[in-house]
């Protein structure tokens, strides 16, 4: 059996808005699905769309918010040169990957919704039957992918991602450039949601999602059972 090889997408949005904030991914999102991805036997390559480094949101970087999978980064300078050397996501072949995981944080909302690379990416993810998955503010990337009849790829599929109230409680609404919320029903998603700060995903056929940080095991563990089926 061959080895299984997954991509990851990571943000290079690293501006909040107008407030001279940086934002980026989140740290915990990225390394809590990354390792149970490497515990599993599986082949990881990072991608951003401009490559290079992949900027971490320094508010990931908070005492509160650490877990045993952020230690582990912390202490892993092999991950972390990855991290600062990942390949421009336009050179990212689907054919090399058997599925696609986006890790959230407040960039992709800026640079993943309307970037070609990523929509092509997932499409052709989707139309080789291989699962895409995305937690917190990551599934803004599944917000203008499309199905070969040209409707939205999210239309009737029971999605998730962050909630108005959890953007409310960490008072980025006014900044945000949309609520990902309002937009996957836009998109006719089935939005899905449990009580902020709940490990939260859901899966539907290709597409698993996870509603906030607390969920990325979750999605983590849903693509390695798709993986296995």
Not at 196 to 210: E, K, R, Y
Request: with cysteine; aromatic share 8%.
């Amino acid at each position: 059996m061959s080895t299984k090889k997954i991509l990851m997408v990571l943000t290079s949005h690293d501006k909040l808005g107008d407030t001279g904030r940086k934002t980026g991914f989140w740290i915990e999102e990225f390394a809590t699905p990354y390792y149970a991805f490497k515990d599993a036997g599986i082949e990881i390559v990072l991608a951003s769309p401009s490559g290079g480094q992949a900027p971490i949101d320094p508010s990931s970087e908070l005492e509160d918010f650490q877990t045993p999978a952020t230690a582990r980064y912390y202490a892993d300078s092999d991950t972390q040169n990855i991290v600062a050397n990942t390949v421009v996501l336009s050179e990212a072949n689907v054919e090399e990957f058997d599925a696609v995981f986006y890790p959230g944080g407040h960039g992709p909302l800026w640079d993943l919704t309307e970037n070609s690379d990523s929509i092509q990416l997932i499409e052709r993810f989707l139309a080789a039957n291989k699962p895409v998955a995305a937690v917190c503010h990551a599934p803004a990337a599944l917000l203008n992918v499309k199905d070969s009849s040209g409707e939205y790829a999210i239309k009737g599929k029971a999605v998730t991602g962050f909630t108005n109230s959890e953007e409310d409680a960490v008072q980025l609404t006014d900044i945000v450039p949309f609520s990902l919320q309002d937009e996957l029903i836009k998109r006719g998603g089935d939005y899905q949601k449990a009580d902020d700060w709940n490990p939260f995903a859901v899966q539907d056929g290709l597409i698993i999602s996870g509603q906030n940080p607390q969920s990325s095991e979750l999605v983590a563990q849903k693509l390695l059972s798709q993986l296995n089926a």
